[in-house]
């Protein structure tokens, strides 16, 4: 269609028009007051704002809430006052698929942390784990503190935190919390695991190894060491979002399950 000058001039107002829409109306307003006074960390204005009518789950850009922003800065009250009226601990971002929490522990504020986990222990594995890789004590007692980290979690913090001589504390902690090692497997048993798994929509493949009793995962660019459950079933000890449960058929391994979050994919051997 060829464009009239009318027609150009119409677009035009149309685009100069719905951001002036948007402008005018109040209740978009008072969010983008509400985002603008958790960045700088005012939770007087906070609460103003919200006292006004803000909306304390207004969605942002890839659907962040007001939350997000005040956990990935730091300010621990705004924090507790967004929780206090209403705010969802547990809201992802269309993006990234995290949640606030994830953003406080990125950028290391504990007290946030520990606020949201007060609301919501949904958080408390990853920080657990997070904890305990960086060394940072303070984040393993405040997910230890909530009474909700399961066993197998504990066992994949005590298998992370390993020999290290810096994290004997933590391991203590842990082991005091009830932490067990993970279960003894038959040597002869994980030499048999050891080969090539191939299978899935579109194909994928991953390679197991066996390197000082450990079996390990390669595959698509990375690798990661794998802590037994039992006997067939391993996971990564600092990611309980991926499970490999062995298959053996008449004394052979004939493939595996590689479950990561909700979908499990099954794997021949090929060699």
């Not at 700088?40 to 007001?66: H, I, M, P, Q, S």
């Not at 698929?97 to 504020?109: D, E, P, R, V």
């Given at each position: ?19 002036a829409a948007a402008q005018a109306d109040p209740k978009q307003a008072l969010d983008e007051q509400l ?33 997000f922003k005040a956990a990935e800065r730091g300010h621990t009250e705004v924090v507790k006052l967004l ?142 060491t794998l802590m037994p459950l039992d006997q067939q079933t391993f996971r990564p000890p600092d990611f ?32």
């Open positions: 269609m060829r464009l009239t000058r009318i027609t150009l001039a119409a677009l035009f107002a149309l685009a100069l028009a719905a951001p985002y603008e006074a958790v960045r700088k960390g005012d939770a007087a204005e906070v609460r103003a704002v919200l006292d006004r009518g803000a909306d304390v789950n207004a969605k942002f850009r890839y659907g962040a809430t007001a939350l929780i206090e009226r209403g705010a969802d601990v547990n809201v992802k971002d269309t993006f990234y698929g995290a949640t606030a929490i994830s953003w406080a522990l990125q950028k290391g504020h504990t007290g946030a942390v520990r606020a949201i986990l007060a609301k919501s222990a949904e958080g408390a594995d990853d920080v657990l784990l997070a904890g305990v890789d960086s060394g940072n004590m303070e984040l393993v007692t405040a997910a230890l503190d909530t009474g909700k980290v399961p066993a197998e979690t504990l066992t994949g913090a005590l298998v992370t935190a390993g020999s290290d001589e810096k994290k004997a504390p933590i391991v203590e902690v842990l082991k005091k919390a009830g932490a067990q090692p993970p279960p003894e497997v038959d040597a002869g048993a994980l030499r048999s695991y050891v080969g090539k798994y191939r299978g899935g929509e579109p194909a994928r493949e991953i390679n197991i190894t066996l390197k000082d009793g450990k079996l390990s995962l390669a595959g698509g660019g990375g690798s990661t309980a979002g991926m499970r490999i449960t062995f298959k053996v058929e008449g004394g052979k391994v004939t493939g595996l399950d590689l479950k990561q979050g909700a979908n499990t994919t099954p794997l021949k051997r090929v060699d």
